[in-house]
């Protein structure tokens, strides 16, 4: 399995589209065998969701996901652990063995500064309900 992880200083970094990097790590038989960092060069929402298929990444954790970034993941067959905060090689092997929890509802969270650059929810595929982000 290939985790990939939102990152920033260490953290799980709360916003999956804005996030500036990513940080990899290999799995097998439960345990972490490799990890590295890399830069996502300022990708948007879906270029990090094919940039992520081209790594051959299975599972991504992170906070905040948006309803379009959700749809391109799991289109790719990317399972997605959101709502996730603290440690970033704590919660990656915490799923390696089994045992991240997370919160499966966890999305939409973050579009404050989009809304006023003529941005709507819905446009990115989660309809307009966005499970609790507050902006319909």
């Given at each position: 399995?290939?985790?990939?992880?939102?990152?920033?200083?260490?953290?799980?970094?709360?916003?999956?589209?804005?996030?500036?990097?990513?940080?990899?790590?290999?799995?097998?038989?439960?345990?972490?065998?490799?990890?590295?960092?890399?830069?996502?060069?300022?990708?948007?929402?879906?270029?990090?969701?094919?940039?992520?298929?081209?790594?051959?990444v299975n599972a991504v954790i992170c906070g905040g996901i948006g309803g379009g970034?959700?749809?391109?993941?799991?289109?790719?067959?990317?399972?997605?652990?959101?709502g996730v905060q603290g440690s970033a090689d704590a919660a990656a092997a915490a799923?390696?063995?089994?045992?991240?929890?997370?919160?499966?509802?966890?999305?939409?969270?973050?579009?404050?500064?989009?809304?006023?650059?003529?941005?709507?929810?819905?446009?990115?595929?989660?309809?307009?309900?966005?499970?609790?982000?507050?902006?319909?």
């Amino acid at each position: 399995m290939k985790i990939a992880v939102t990152y920033q200083n260490g953290q799980i970094f709360q916003h999956f589209g804005h996030t500036a990097q990513f940080k990899l790590y290999e799995v097998e038989d439960g345990k972490i065998v490799y990890s590295e960092v890399i830069d996502t060069m300022g990708s948007g929402h879906g270029a990090l969701a094919g940039m992520l298929v081209a790594l051959g990444v299975n599972a991504v954790i992170c906070g905040g996901i948006g309803g379009g970034a959700q749809t391109a993941l799991k289109a790719f067959g990317i399972t997605i652990y959101g709502g996730v905060q603290g440690s970033a090689d704590a919660a990656a092997a915490a799923l390696a063995a089994g045992e991240l929890q997370y919160d499966p509802n966890a999305r939409c969270d973050h579009h404050d500064h989009e809304h006023d650059e003529g941005h709507v929810c819905g446009e990115h595929g989660c309809g307009g309900n966005c499970g609790g982000c507050g902006h319909h």
